[in-house]
């Protein structure tokens, strides 16, 4: 069975750092596209950053420029750096690996506030 497990949210002042890291468990983690995905109060989940085997990204608008998504296969780790912060960087963060079933991580708190 398939698990990932987010890690390194927390609070953070505007303009601040930080890392996310997800531990995927359980398959073939290089085969894997993988993604990072955000939930705000009262709004859908929407896409943040992807990730392909081989390394090609891709961005939302509201991020590109201020954050990289980076992966590696040796550690089965996907990360999310996040740089210059904004309060509508709030959110649940999720970690996401497609494949014929899509996997979800349980999710971190990323709260961007002074």
């Known amino acids: 069975q398939v698990q990932l497990v987010e890690s390194g949210g927390g609070l953070v002042q505007p303009g601040g750092s930080l890392r996310l890291s997800c531990a995927v468990s359980?398959?073939?983690?290089?085969?894997?596209?993988m993604g990072w995905y955000r939930q705000a109060p009262g709004k859908q989940r929407e896409s943040v950053a992807t990730?392909?085997?081989?390394?090609?990204?891709n961005y939302a608008g509201s991020v590109k420029g201020r954050f990289t998504i980076s992966r590696d296969n040796a550690k089965n780790t996907v990360y999310l750096q996040m740089n210059r912060l904004k309060p509508e960087d709030t959110a649940v963060y999720y970690c996401k690996a497609f494949g014929s079933t899509d996997y979800w991580g349980q999710g971190t708190q990323v709260t961007v506030s002074s």
């Open positions: 359980g398959s073939i983690f290089s085969r894997y596209v």
């Open positions: 990730i392909t085997s081989g390394g090609s990204t």
